[in-house]
């Protein structure tokens, strides 16, 4: 197998494995809600069928270039081959640390504080199993500083999208030029050689043209049904608009993979619970999100000395 071979399919086996994830995850419902919170959920849920469709086309390319029976042939093993150079730093590495280090800080932070690289060495002897009693269950972290540590990764390293991106591509979107996803299915060309599945595009017309079209095949109607028909197609012009491009990728995968992953979580009771029947009775409190920023400048004993402040009491 070639090197690019070997790279797609092991992205493969990658976004196989996170999409079967997302699956279970989802599938638990409340209990899953309960951890990353209703709205972290919520965008999961969205994501789902996003990485469903990129599973499929990549699943096509892998079968249209007969990998899975190349890796049989040469017993190659996707899930164990790491093929990147440990000399050059690339964003997924990049990403990797953000990954790392936002759960670490994660698990400092949390009640009771708890180490995640001796939980990731756990997992990687056997000392810890999927079996085993969740970890994220042992520590709590309350949703606003779950949001608020997760945040601030997303910003460190680069991962925030600017709201002037979204505006100008969607005014440049009515205009010419555009284009919108298209599926090409696979083909057998006039050599006899098969072309797999692919994404391909499909220009759009101007939108004022599209508006000229709605007012001539329309003429007839009255003007509240031909406003109607022209909102309709402007809220698809920038559904489509949304569908083709993909400005937050990064940052939505980032809070898929926090909340997929061992993060604490934001339930309480449940961390009590786990305690209480290990014969440990423990107390949670809040730190106050007012002061976030301050106790991460100036380290956890900071103490608001402003009078006048109403939000320096613990939150219980």
């Given at each position: 197998m070639e090197g690019f071979e070997k790279r797609l399919l092991n992205g493969y086996y990658i976004l196989w494995q996170n999409v079967d994830a997302l699956e279970i995850s989802l599938e638990k419902g409340d209990e899953?809600?309960?951890?990353?919170?209703?709205?972290?959920?919520?965008?999961?849920?969205?994501?789902?069928?996003?990485?469903?469709?990129?599973?499929?086309?990549?699943?096509?390319?892998?079968?249209?270039?007969?990998?899975?029976?190349?890796?049989?042939?040469?017993?190659?093993?996707?899930?164990?081959?790491?093929?990147?150079?440990?000399?050059?730093?690339?964003?997924?590495?990049?990403?990797?640390?953000?990954?790392?280090?936002?759960?670490?800080?994660?698990?400092?932070?949390?009640?009771?504080v708890g180490d995640y690289d001796e939980y990731v060495r756990q997992y990687q002897t056997g000392e810890l199993t999927d079996d085993d009693e969740r970890v994220y269950n042992r520590h709590y972290l309350s949703r606003e500083e779950y949001e608020y540590i997760l945040d601030k990764y997303v910003d460190a390293y680069g991962m925030k999208e600017k709201w002037s991106d979204?505006?100008?591509?969607?005014?440049?979107?009515?205009?010419?030029?555009?284009?919108?996803?298209?599926?090409?299915?696979?083909?057998?060309?006039?050599?006899?050689?098969?072309?797999?599945?692919?994404?391909?595009y499909e220009k759009l017309p101007n939108f004022k043209n599209v508006i000229s079209d709605i007012l001539a095949n329309n003429a007839d109607e009255d003007?509240?049904?031909?406003?109607?028909?022209?909102?309709?197609?402007?809220?698809?012009?920038?559904?489509?608009?949304?569908?083709?491009?993909?400005?937050?990728?990064?940052?939505?995968?980032?809070?898929?993979?926090?909340?997929?992953?061992?993060?604490?979580?934001?339930?309480?009771?449940?961390?009590?619970?786990?305690?209480?029947?290990?014969?440990?009775?423990?107390?949670?409190?809040?730190?106050?999100?007012?002061?976030?920023?301050?106790k991460d400048a100036y380290g956890d004993d900071y103490e608001c000395d402003d009078e006048y402040c109403d939000n320096c009491e613990v939150i219980q």
């Open positions: 899953f809600k309960e951890k990353v919170g209703e709205i972290q959920f919520n965008l999961m849920a969205e994501q789902l069928p996003l990485m469903k469709r990129l599973k499929d086309v990549i699943e096509q390319r892998v079968n249209g270039l007969n990998l899975m029976e190349k890796a049989r042939i040469e017993g190659y093993n996707a899930w164990e081959n790491d093929f990147s150079d440990d000399k050059i730093l690339d964003r997924t590495k990049v990403l990797q640390k953000a990954h790392d280090d936002c759960m670490r800080e994660m698990y400092a932070k949390s009640q009771p979204y505006v100008d591509t969607v005014k440049e979107y009515f205009g010419d030029g555009v284009s919108k996803d298209k599926y090409i299915e696979a083909y057998v060309d006039e050599d006899g050689f098969r072309h797999s599945g692919y994404r391909g003007t509240e049904d031909i406003s109607q028909k022209i909102y309709d197609a402007i809220m698809e012009r920038i559904e489509t608009c949304k569908n083709f491009y993909r400005f937050d990728r990064e940052e939505s995968g980032f809070h898929v993979s926090i909340g997929l992953g061992a993060s604490p979580t934001c339930n309480k009771d449940v961390v009590k619970k786990y305690w209480k029947e290990h014969g440990v009775e423990i107390e949670i409190e809040d730190r106050d999100p007012n002061h976030f920023w301050e």
